[in-house]
């Protein structure tokens, strides 16, 4: 295997898009991940167009000042729409008229393959920098219409409306949970449980139904323990971001918000985050996620097995008793499907220690890596250079 070309083999990252959640999932595997989907919302077209044409009338019938661009996807709705109502050309007429800001490149290409110029978009792509720009200026009197992306942004909008202006909101589309939230319950159990390495955020509205979803099941502080420490949250851009930011969750981030951009940022970060080499017998043992690469083949290790291979791993060469060894084991409570224990006592017996160390060893398929040290417990069996070598 070479970890070159597929440097995410090993791995288990959850994907949390409806939208675009293939090409996503592609863009993991084709770098060696194995991906568990598990959408979090759905977009959902209005069903009832009248908030919108009420907002689109605000705009045609009555001057602008600023127009707020806030997703390219919810721009191009929002003039299709209008071309359905036949007002497609007097909103082009009114927005050629304004100041139109977009936040984001996404949003500026849509206004210009509309024929329409942006008069400015911040580097950051952050609807806070947007409304920095605007408080800027003097806004008693102004009309601002602000194109909303899935959800209400009352510190925006309410931001402005304090500064003196009027506000037309545009709600093109919306974003709700998906009607059947078992995957994504799985994927909390999972995060939870240590059996993926990292989840992916494309929107923030995935983000609050993730963290609602496991507050359902009380999980949520569980669940935000795992993002702090073993499992990585991969955010598409600040935005997303900012939900686990507040709650002290570490996030990685791409240095441009697109998918493509977010994938390399966690090839760049879950191998350094997630991996560990080891020499073991002479042979070369890196733990990988959910696998093992030893001397350069991947070796796919069950749950059980692995926790065992983790805790070894923290002590290569020193014995670590039975007894320490059921308090790794993932308890036998079941949590959306995966091994859980609620209150963190080990559930486990030494025999269930002796069966995950027999699977572990047909599991790694070379003998002599984990030695059995009677009356006491388990070692790694690790290379005496290292072991000087750590002690040095």
Not at 242 to 247: A, N, S, T
Not at 281 to 288: D, T, V
């Amino acid at each position: 295997m070479n970890t070159d070309s597929e440097p995410l083999a090993g791995f288990a990252v959850g994907v949390t898009a409806d939208r675009r959640h293939e090409e996503l999932a592609t863009l993991l595997e084709r770098r060696g991940a194995r991906v568990v989907h598990a959408p979090a919302i759905r977009l959902v077209p209005l069903s009832d167009d009248a908030d919108l044409l009420h907002a689109t009338g605000e705009c045609v019938e009555r001057p602008l000042d600023h127009v707020v661009v806030t997703t390219g996807i919810g721009f191009r709705a929002w003039l299709e729409t209008a071309d359905g109502w036949g007002l497609r050309d007097a909103l082009i007429e009114r927005l050629a008229q304004v100041d139109l800001l977009a936040r984001g490149p996404k949003s500026r290409g849509a206004i210009r393959s509309a024929g329409l110029q942006e008069v400015w978009s911040p580097d950051s792509e952050s609807c806070a920098e947007v409304l920095k720009h605007l408080l800027e200026k003097d806004l008693a009197g102004t009309r601002i219409a602000v194109q909303l992306y899935g959800e209400e942004l009352p510190e925006f909008t309410g931001a402005l409306r304090a500064a003196g202006a009027e506000v037309i909101e545009i709600p093109v589309y919306r974003w709700s949970r998906t009607e059947d939230s078992t995957p994504l319950r799985r994927l909390v159990g999972q995060a939870v449980a240590g059996t993926v390495d990292a989840i992916t955020f494309t929107s923030s509205p995935a983000v609050a139904a993730t963290l609602a979803v496991a507050a359902e099941d009380g999980l949520e502080e569980p669940l935000l323990d795992a993002l702090r420490t073993n499992v990585v949250a991969a955010c598409v851009g600040p935005v997303t971001a900012q939900r686990l930011i507040e709650k002290d969750v570490p996030t990685v981030l791409p240095e441009r918000a697109r998918i493509g951009a977010l994938v390399r940022a966690l090839v760049s970060d879950l191998p350094e985050r997630r991996s560990r080499r080891l020499e073991v017998r002479g042979f070369s043992l890196e733990l990988r996620g959910h696998a093992v690469v030893l001397d350069g083949q991947l070796k796919p290790i069950a749950p059980a097995p692995m926790a065992i291979l983790r805790a070894l791993a923290r002590r290569p060469g020193h014995v670590v008793s039975r007894a320490e060894l059921c308090g790794v084991l993932p308890s036998r409570l079941m949590v959306g499907g995966v091994p859980w224990s609620r209150d963190g006592r080990p559930q486990a017996d030494e025999h269930a220690v002796e069966m995950a160390v027999a699977r572990l060893r047909r599991g790694l398929g070379r003998s002599g890596i984990v030695e059995t040290v009677v009356k006491r417990g388990y070692r790694l069996a690790c290379d005496p250079r290292m072991l000087a070598e750590m002690s040095s």
